[in-house]
Nanobody
């Protein structure tokens, strides 16, 4: 089964930026997968942030965030700008075959372990 690894989280001040990365573990390729980013704030449900299809069509739910992919590096990125304290939470990438499905947790079959983003002064 496809294994995903997130990185790039950390502590950032309000208004700052972060770039998260989601890469496939050794021996796997992301080429044929849509990759979605989700986030989960403490005490809240996991919610969809953005998704990019295997062909590169991006569907961003959050206007301050931009998703992109570099298949040569087997990596999908989430660029987050103008961060707010309410953006704090665990960020997870997930995979589904081909096109982006509806951004529901149950529609993605493979998940990473997540990376923590904290926006605070």
């Amino acid at each position: 089964q496809l294994q995903l690894v997130e990185s790039g989280g950390g502590l950032v001040q309000p208004g700052g930026s972060l770039r998260l990365s989601c890469r496939a573990a050794s021996g796997f390729t992301l080429d044929y997968y849509a990759i979605g980013w989700f986030r989960q704030a403490p005490g809240k449900e996991r919610e969809g942030v953005s998704c990019i299809s295997s062909s590169g069509d991006a569907d961003s739910v959050k206007g301050r965030f931009t998703i992109s992919r570099d298949n040569a590096k087997n990596t999908v990125y989430l660029e987050m700008n103008s961060l707010k304290p309410e953006d704090t939470g665990g960020y997870y990438c997930a995979a589904d075959w081909g096109n982006c499905p509806e951004m529901q947790r149950a529609n993605f079959g493979s998940w990473g372990q997540g990376t923590q983003v904290t926006v605070s002064s």
